[in-house]
C-alpha cells in the first residue's frame, strides 16, 4: 500500500505520545475528514445496508476508524478529523437521527453509537503512533431537543440544564446579523436552543469542559460548528482553554463577512474560495477570472490564509461529482484545493468520486465502496498529498508563502507557491476532458525557474527542461492539471522514481544544521530515518540506552512514522529532541499487530548528539 505524508515533528521525551500542535504547526497538515457513522463499522462490513435518504445510524465506529488507519494514511494524509463525540437525542425524529453528531443532549457523556471512552482512546493513540493528528468537531451554539422551540425541556440537557443558559425561543433569519447570534437554528421538529455564549457561566462551562476533553482524548485540534452563531468573543477564552489549534466553521462566500474571525480564532473554513473552486471547475464554461479575482482578493482580506481549513467538499455541501462527471474538471478542483494557502481538507469519499448531492445524500458509508486504494482519485489525491508534503519537507518557508496567480486567460490558471529553488507551479483548466492538446509556455519571470533548469511534472511524472531564457513549455492535454517541481528537490523523495532515483542512503550519517544565533541550543531535533520493508499491521519503533529511548524495554520504545513510506522508498522516521553530547546505544525492532517483537541483527547502533546545531539527521537501514 502506498503511504505518503509530510515530515511529522515528533517532539518526544519520556512519552511515545505526539503532542498537540500549535496553529503555526497545523499548516504543514493536511486533513481527511470522517463523518464517523458512515466510515467503517467495527465488524468491517461492506455490504452492510446505508440509505442516506433514511437519515438513520448506519454503525460507524471508533474502532472501525481504527481498522481503516491505514487506508487514510495511504493517500498521505497527517491529521483526521471525526464528527462530535459526544451524547445526542435518541431515537428518529421527522428531520432524522443525531447520526452526524451535531444534536448534542449532554456534552460530558460520549454518543454510545460510536463506542466506548476505552474505544475513543484507542483510536486517539492509534492515530498518534502513526505520527498523525487528530482533530474533533464540536458544538458551542447550541444542544438539542426533540420537540418545538417553546416545549423544551431543558432539564433533559446537560450541563445546560436551566432555560437561563439560553436566549429566548426565534428561528434564524440569516439576513439580520443580531438574529444570526441570537435566534435558534434548527426547526420546529428538532429544536436546537441556542447557548448564551455571552455569558460568563456559560463560558467558564465550555471552558472547563474542552480543557479536559483536550486532556482526556489527546486532542490536537478542533473544528468548531456553527461559529457565525456564537458570540465572537466567546472564542479566545475558548480556544485558550483547549490549547490547541481550532478551525471555525463560517458558512458564507463573502471574504469581507468571513475572515474577521480570524481576529477570534486561528483558523476558518475557506468557505469563499470554496465557492469560486466549484464555480470555475464545475463545468468548461466555469469563471476562472472569478477565482483569479478571488485569490488575490482573500490574501488581503484575511488575517492568514495559510491557517484557513481549505476544502472541496463537506458533509454540508453537495459532492462535486455531483456537479459534473468530467474526470479531468474533478482533478483540476481537487489538485487546487490540496495544493492553495491553508489546510487542505478532504471529505472522506472523494477518493472513491462519490456523487450525493445536498444534505442528507452526501453522507453516504463509505465501506459500500470496498475501500479500493486503486480507484482513479485514491490514486491521484495521493499524489497530490505528496508533492505537497514533498514541498513541505524540503523548504520551511512554503506553509507561509502565499500563493498566487502567475497567468490565467479564460480557461487556465497558473499558481505559485513556494520560495525560487523550491516553487511549486501548478497549472489548472477548466477545459475538461475534451480540451485539446496545445503548448502553453510560462516565463521565467513567473515560475522563478532558471535557464535549463530540470523540472518534473509530478502527476505524469514527465521530465521537463525550461529553455535557454528559463521558460517552461507546458503541454497541455485532455484538461488534465500540470503540477511542477524542481527535480533537485525531489531526489531521494519516492516521487517519480524512475525519474529521481532510489530513495535516501543506507549508510548511517549525521547532518546537522547549525544555529545562527550567538548561544548553542539546549536540543536538537534529530531525525532517525530508517529504510526498512514492511507489511500492513507492523510498525517500527527505536529503542535504546536512555528514558527517551524506552531503557531498552520494547513497550516503551518510541514508534516510528510511516507517513513518507513508498515501495520505492521505505522510510520510517521520527524526529526526538535530545540533549547535545548524549551518547545513545540504540536498536530499531518490528512490532506486529499482535505484538510480537522482532530485533534488528547486532551489534548496537552508536550516536552522539552533535553541540551547537538546531537539527541532525541519521539515516539507517534495517540489517
Known amino acids: 500500500m502506498m503511504k505518503f505524508s509530510t515530515i511529522l515533528l515528533f517532539l518526544t521525551s519520556l512519552s511515545t505520545q505526539v503532542l498537540s500542535l500549535s496553529p503555526a504547526q497545523w499548516r504543514g497538515q493536511s486533513i481527511y475528514q470522517v463523518v464517523t457513522d458512515r466510515f467503517a ?39 483526521i478529523w471525526i464528527s462530535p463525540i459526544v451524547e445526542q437525542i435518541t431515537g428518529q425524529t421527522g428531520d432524522g437521527s ?14 454510545s453509537a460510536f463506542g466506548t471512552e476505552a474505544d475513543l482512546i484507542a483510536l486517539s493513540a492509534a492515530i498518534h503512533a502513526r505520527g498523525m493528528y487528530f482533530m474533533v468537531d464540536v458544538v458551542t451554539n447550541h444542544m438539542a431537543y426533540n420537540g418545538c422551540g417553546d416545549c423544551v425541556d431543558y432539564s433533559t440537557l446537560s450541563p445546560f440544564n ?33 447557548l448564551r455564549t455571552e455569558n460568563t457561566d456559560v463560558r467558564n462551562i465550555f471552558n472547563t469542559w474542552i480543557t479536559n476533553l483536550v486532556s482526556k482524548y489527546s486532542i490536537d485540534g478542533l473544528r468548531v460548528d456553527s461559529a457565525q452563531q456564537v458570540d465572537n468573543a466567546f472564542f479566545p477564552g475558548f480556544e485558550s482553554a483547549s490549547g490547541v489549534y481550532i478551525v471555525g466553521e463560517v458558512y458564507n462566500g463573502d471574504p469581507a463577512y468571513v475572515c474577521p474571525y480570524q481576529n477570534y480564532m486561528s483558523g476558518v473554513l475557506n468557505f469563499p474560495t470554496y465557492y469560486w473552486i466549484t464555480q470555475a471547475f464545475q463545468s468548461t464554461s466555469g469563471s476562472i477570472s472569478n477565482l483569479v479575482n478571488g485569490v488575490n482578493n482573500i490574501k488581503s482580506a484575511c488575517a492568514d490564509t495559510t491557517l484557513l481549513g481549505s476544502f472541496l467538499e463537506n458533509h454540508d455541501v453537495k459532492r462535486f461529482a455531483s456537479l459534473t462527471q468530467d474526470i479531468s474538471l474533478t482533478k483540476n478542483a481537487i489538485a487546487f484545493n490540496i495544493l492553495q494557502d491553508g489546510i487542505p481538507i478532504i471529505y472522506y469519499g472523494q477518493e472513491q468520486r462519490y456523487s450525493g448531492g445536498d444534505v442528507p445524500y452526501d453522507r453516504e458509508a463509505l465501506w459500500l465502496s470496498g475501500y479500493s486504494t486503486t480507484s ?36 487556465v490558471i497558473v499558481m505559485r507557491k513556494g520560495d525560487t529553488g523550491s516553487q511549486v507551479i501548478s497549472v489548472f483548466t477548466n477545459q475538461g476532458a475534451n480540451g485539446g492538446s496545445y503548448t502553453l509556455t510560462l516565463s521565467s519571470s513567473a515560475t522563478g525557474f532558471t535557464a535549463n533548469q530540470a523540472i518534473i511534472e509530478v502527476l505524469s511524472c514527465t521530465a521537463y527542461t525550461t529553455d535557454s531564457g528559463g521558460n517552461l513549455n507546458v503541454a497541455m492535454a485532455s484538461g488534465l492539471p500540470r503540477v511542477f517541481y524542481p527535480t533537485a528537490q525531489l531526489t531521494g523523495s519516492g516521487i517519480c522514481a524512475s525519474l529521481t532515483g532510489p530513495g535516501s542512503s543506507t549508510t548511517t550519517t549525521a547532518k546537522p544544521t547549525s544555529t545562527t544565533s550567538g548561544s548553542c541550543p539546549t536540543t536538537v531535533a534529530v531525525t532517525f530515518n530508517e529504510l526498512v520493508t514492511t507489511v500492513v499491521g507492523q510498525t517500527i519503533k527505536i ?36 540533549a547535545p553530547g548524549t551518547a545513545l546505544q540504540y536498536k530499531y525492532i518490528k512490532v506486529e499487530s499482535s505484538g510480537t517483537v522482532t530485533w534488528e541483527s547486532d551489534p548496537n547502533r552508536s550516536y552522539t548528539v552533535p553541540s551547537c546545531v538546531a537539527t541532525a539527521t541519521v539515516n539507517d537501514s534495517w540489517r
Do not use: E
Not at 47 to 69: E, F, H
Not at 545 to 565: D, K
Open 41 to 79: 463499522r467495527t465488524d468491517g462490513s461492506t455490504t452492510a445496508t446505508c440509505n442516506t435518504g433514511d437519515q438513520v445510524y448506519c454503525g460507524g465506529t471508533w474502532r472501525g476508524i481504527i481498522n481503516k488507519l491505514d487506508y487514510i494514511q495511504g493517500m498521505g494524509f497527517t491529521a
Open 98 to 111: 443525531s447520526y452526524h453528531g451535531y444534536w448534542a443532549k449532554n456534552i460530558n457523556t460520549l454518543n
Open 162 to 194: 436551566s432555560k437561563s443558559y439560553f436566549h429566548d425561543f426565534c428561528l434564524i433569519n440569516y439576513s439580520d446579523q443580531n438574529s444570526i447570534k441570537n435566534c435558534w437554528m434548527g426547526s420546529n421538529t428538532v429544536s436546537l436552543p441556542d
Open 376 to 411: 482513479t482519485f485514491y490514486q491521484f489525491i495521493a499524489a497530490v498529498n505528496q508533492i505537497r508534503n514533498q514541498a513541505v519537507y524540503k523548504s520551511s518557508g512554503y506553509v507561509l508563502y502565499k500563493a498566487y496567480p502567475i497567468y490565467s486567460d479564460s480557461s
Open 543 to 578: 529503542v535504546g540506552n536512555n528514558a527517551q529511548l524506552g531503557n531498552w524495554a520494547t513497550a516503551s520504545g518510541v514508534a516510528l512514522s510511516a507517513s513518507r513510506y513508498t515501495s520505492s522508498n521505505p522510510l520510517w522516521y521520527v524526529t526526538l529532541n535530545l
